[in-house]
C-alpha cells in the first residue's frame, strides 16, 4: 500500500474518500454511497459492513457534499433591524440555537435604505432552507406569498390567515402589565407613546386603549403617536407631554422611551419623582447604569429558541399545519417608574 493511502491501523497523508471504503468493503461505490447516507437499497448487512469500513478507514463524509446530494443547504435566514438592540439581542439568541441544531445562520440587515423586501430577496437568493423575520412590517399577503416559497417563522407579531409560523410574546398581557404597574403606583393619568400604524404598533396602541379601560383611567389617558420605532420620534412625541395631567407613559418600545426620557429631562422634568416612564423590549440599552429603564421584557432567549425550533421542525419533520407560540411577557421594574407627585400635578 502506497503511503498516500490509508489502511486499517496505518496513518495516512490525506483523508480517505468514499473510493477508499468501497475498496475497503469490496463494495460498489454507489452501494457505499446509499449506506452512508441511510438511503433505502442496501441490506442491513451491507450498511453495517460499509460503516465498519467507515470507522476502520477514519473516514467522514463532507458535511457540505451530503448536503449538496440532497439539495439541502442547511441555512436559516433571519432579517433584523440593525438599530434595533433588541432585535440583535434576538439575532444571537438565533445563532446559539441554531448552532445546537446543527444548521448555520445567515443574516440580512434592514436599514433605512435597505428594504425588508429586499433583505428577504437576499436570504432566498443564498438559498436559505428557512427564512426567520424579526418583528416584520411585511402586509399579511406579502408574507404569505413568501410562506409559499419557503418556510417562514415571524417573530414578535401575530399575524392571521397565512401559512406560516409565528413566535411571539403576548403584546395585549405585556401592555397591560404596565399599565397594571403604573396604575398601581397610582397614576391615573397615563400617555401611550405609539409607533405608528404598522402591525406591531397597531397592536400594542389597541392594547393601551383595552387596559386603560379595564383600569377605570381611560378618559384621563391619550395616545400620543410617535409614527416610528425611534429615539427621535420619541423625542418628538414626548415633549409634547411636558405640560398637562401626564403623570405616566407607556412607551412603544425601549427606542421609544429613550427619546422620551431625553425630552423630558430637556424639559426640566424629572423622571420618576415628575414623570415614570415604561418602555418595551427590555433592551440592552434599558439596563444600561445611567438609564435603568421599567421596561417589559419578550424574553428574547425563549423567542428565539422557539422560532429555531419551528423552523428546524418544519425542515426535518415533514409538513404541518402552521404553529402560533405565545409567549408570556415580564415587567422588570427599574429606576424610571415610582409614586405620582403627592397632589397631582
Known amino acids: 500500500m502506497s503511503s498516500t493511502e490509508s489502511g486499517p ?9 468514499i473510493n477508499d471504503v468501497a475498496r475497503h468493503a469490496g463494495i460498489s461505490k454507489g452501494t457505499v454511497s446509499l449506506a452512508l ?19 476502520e478507514l477514519g473516514y467522514r463524509a463532507s458535511r457540505s457534499a451530503s448536503l449538496l446530494a440532497r439539495r439541502r443547504t442547511n441555512l436559516l435566514g433571519l432579517t433584523l433591524t440593525l438599530r434595533n438592540a433588541f432585535h440583535a439581542e434576538l439575532a444571537e439568541g438565533v445563532q446559539a440555537a441554531a448552532d445546537e441544531a446543527g444548521y448555520e445562520l445567515v443574516l440580512s440587515p434592514v436599514t433605512a435604505a ?14 436559505c432552507e428557512a427564512v426567520l423575520l424579526l418583528g416584520p412590517e411585511l402586509p399579511a399577503a406579502d408574507l404569505d406569498d413568501l410562506a409559499a416559497r419557503v418556510p417562514v417563522v415571524v417573530v414578535g407579531r ?20 404596565a399599565v397594571e404597574h403604573l396604575v398601581g403606583l397610582g397614576h391615573r393619568a397615563l400617555a401611550h407613546v405609539a409607533a405608528g400604524r404598522g402591525p406591531i404598533g397597531t397592536a400594542r396602541t389597541e392594547s393601551f386603549r383595552a387596559a386603560v379601560r379595564r383600569a377605570g383611567v381611560a378618559e384621563a389617558s391619550l395616545v400620543v403617536e410617535a409614527g416610528e420605532f425611534s429615539e427621535t420620534a420619541g423625542a418628538r412625541a414626548g415633549a409634547t407631554l411636558l405640560d398637562g395631567p401626564v403623570t405616566g407613559i407607556v ?30 423590549d427590555d433592551s440592552p440599552w434599558a439596563r444600561l447604569g445611567h438609564v435603568q429603564l421599567t421596561s417589559v421584557s419578550q424574553e428574547p432567549a425563549e423567542q428565539a429558541r422557539a422560532a429555531v425550533r419551528a423552523a428546524v421542525d418544519r425542515l426535518d419533520g415533514g409538513p404541518r399545519p402552521p404553529r402560533e407560540t405565545v409567549l408570556r411577557p415580564r415587567l422588570v421594574t427599574r429606576a424610571t417608574s415610582a409614586p405620582p407627585p403627592s397632589g397631582g400635578r
Open 9 to 17: 491501523g496505518g496513518s495516512s497523508a490525506r483523508r480517505p474518500t
Open 37 to 55: 447516507r441511510g438511503a433505502p437499497g442496501p441490506s442491513a448487512e451491507t450498511t453495517a459492513r460499509v460503516l465498519r469500513a467507515a470507522e
Open 114 to 127: 435597505r428594504a425588508e423586501a429586499r433583505a428577504v430577496e437576499t436570504l432566498l437568493d443564498s438559498r
Open 158 to 177: 401575530a399575524v392571521e390567515g397565512v401559512g406560516l409560523d409565528v413566535v411571539r410574546t403576548s403584546d395585549e398581557a405585556g401592555i397591560a402589565l
Open 251 to 280: 412607551a412603544a418600545s425601549d427606542r421609544i422611551a429613550l427619546g422620551v426620557l431625553d425630552a423630558l429631562g430637556r424639559g426640566g422634568r424629572a423622571v420618576p419623582d415628575e414623570m415614570s416612564v415604561v418602555g418595551y
